[in-house]
Each structure stands twice: as C-alpha cells, then as structure tokens.
C-alpha cells in the first residue's frame, strides 16, 4: 500500500507548492462560506444526496466540517496526519453509501469556484503557479478519498470469488461423494440382480422349468440395465457424458419384464396389450433418444 509520502512525491507535491497553497489562504478564506453553501445547495438538488441531508442539524455539522476541510487545504500540514483524515473522508462516504460519482461531483464544483478566485484575486505573475498548486492538492485528496472505494470494492469482490470459490469446491466434493454413493448402489443392484439369476436357475434345476426360464430371462434384462448405468457412471465419473438413453431402456426394460412375468400369471389380454403398448411408446422413444446423442437427429 502506497504512503501518503509516496503519493506526494508521485504527484511531485513540493515544498515551494505547499507554501504557495499556505500564502493563497487569506486570498481564499473569505469565500469559503460561499463555496459551502453552493455545494451543499448542488447537493440538495440531486435526489440520490439530498436524501443524506434531511436532517437540519446533521446538515449544519456537515457544513461546518466542510469548511475546516477546505481550510485544511491552504493550512496543512500535509502529513500523516492529513492523509489519515482524507481516509476518514472516504470511509465515511463508503459507510453511507454515497456513490463515489457525487465525490467527483463536488470536487468538479470546488475546482471551478477556487479557479475563479485565483484569477480575480491573484496577480497574473504568481497565479499560473497558485493554479498548479490547487490542482495538485485537490487531485491529492480526491485520490485518497476515492482511493478508499476502490478499496472496499477489491474487499468485497476477494471475499465474494473466496466465498464462490469455497462454495465450488464443496459443491464439487459433495457432488463427487454422492457419485461414488450411487456407484455403490449400482454395484448392491448387480449384485441383487446376479441373486435373482441364481434363483431362477435354481427353479429351472427343481423342475420348474417355463416359469424359471422367463423368470431368468427378466432377470438378465436387470442386470444388462444396472451395468450399462454402472458403466455410463464410471465414464461419467472420468468425464464422459451423461446418456439419457440408458433412462429410458430401465422404462422399457421394466415393461419388458413384467410383460414376462405376467405372461405366465395371468392370460389378461387387455393389461398384456398396455405392457406391450409402453413396450412400444418406450422402445421408440429410446430409438429417437440414441439418435440425438448419437447426433444423428
């Protein structure tokens, strides 16, 4: 961070200028009531400040505070201790919540009215110099004022990418966890499924053969579904794309094996016909589907 030292010799703030701005106050002085109450009338007439100003007494402290401001400008000492009032100025301004736009607004205004007095007031010798000296101590304090908003927007955009990015990294992990959470699972259905497997073969080699055998072949429906999903996550996981079809063929899947598994439970032939209608609403739409994320469609 740049002390006020640094600042001034950046601007070259030189001696000779400060006691050029020391011998213009008497000149300068008589006005300044004049230079407040113009400001403070500018700032009244503008909705987004005049609302800072409602209160009567506060607008007198205000004044008041203005003008040993303006003061502080032809008096000094430009040291430590100004450059620490100026701070305040800012942060005052930041706590409020006035736009820094109005800070230039103001200072425009102040610059104008000083301009005026240096040229009826000052002799033409001394006067380019009395201009280069106000120049510099206005520029100087609208830098350290406004510096102080620059400030609090670089806080509030470091603590806002330091919250987003903490945010992102536990979202990430989370949603991470939840994917290995669900490759576990899919893992338990294989399992499941190879279970079911096994029963069926188990009523195929007691003698219950039909029943059995479409039994085991609902089964191994399930368990080509949970592998195809196991493996669509691992590649997922890797960075491979989501696939929707895989979705819809657990739909068609589940049509598939209930039409199975009531062909042998029941001879209902309007329920078989609506199995056998999602069979094919599912089947096409799982066409459609393997078409898009082919980008064949």
């Not at 089947?283 to 898009?292: E, Y």
Request: some cysteine; proline content about 2%; glycine content about 8%.
């Amino acid at each position: 961070m740049r002390t006020f030292q640094d600042i001034k010799e950046n601007y070259r703030f030189s001696e000779p200028e400060m006691e050029t701005l020391k011998g213009l106050l008497p000149v300068v002085e008589p006005h300044l009531d004049q230079i407040v109450s113009d400001f403070y009338n500018l700032l009244l007439t503008i909705p987004d400040t005049a609302k800072f100003l409602k209160d009567d007494t506060q607008l007198a402290r205000l004044r008041g505070m203005h003008r040993l401001w303006l003061l502080s400008l032809f008096q000094g000492p430009y040291d430590e201790r100004y450059f620490q009032r100026l701070q305040r100025i800012g942060h005052a301004h930041v706590r409020i919540g006035l736009s820094a736009h109005f800070v230039y607004v103001g200072m425009n205004l102040i610059r104008q009215h000083l301009h005026r007095i240096i040229e009826m007031e000052v002799d033409p010798g001394p006067r380019e110099g009395a201009f280069k000296a106000v120049e510099k101590i206005l520029d100087l304090n609208l830098d350290v004022i406004a510096r102080t908003y620059h400030e609090e927007e670089i806080r509030r955009v470091f603590l806002s990418q330091k919250l987003d990015s903490l945010l992102i990294r536990f979202a990430q992990r989370f949603t991470f966890g939840l994917n290995i959470l669900l490759v576990v699972g899919l893992l338990g259905l294989s399992l499941g499924a190879v279970a079911l497997i096994v029963q069926d073969v188990v009523q195929i080699a007691q003698g219950n053969f039909s029943h059995g055998l479409v039994s085991a072949m609902g089964s191994v429906l399930i368990l080509w579904v949970v592998i195809e999903l196991l493996d669509m996550e691992i590649d997922r996981l890797r960075g491979g794309a989501f696939k929707f079809r895989l979705f819809v063929g657990v739909a068609l899947v589940a049509f598939i094996r209930k039409v199975l598994v009531t062909s042998l439970a029941s001879h209902d032939l309007w329920t078989e016909g609506l199995y056998l209608a999602g069979i094919l609403v599912c089947g096409v739409i799982f066409w459609l589907v393997s078409r898009a994320e082919a980008g064949k469609v």
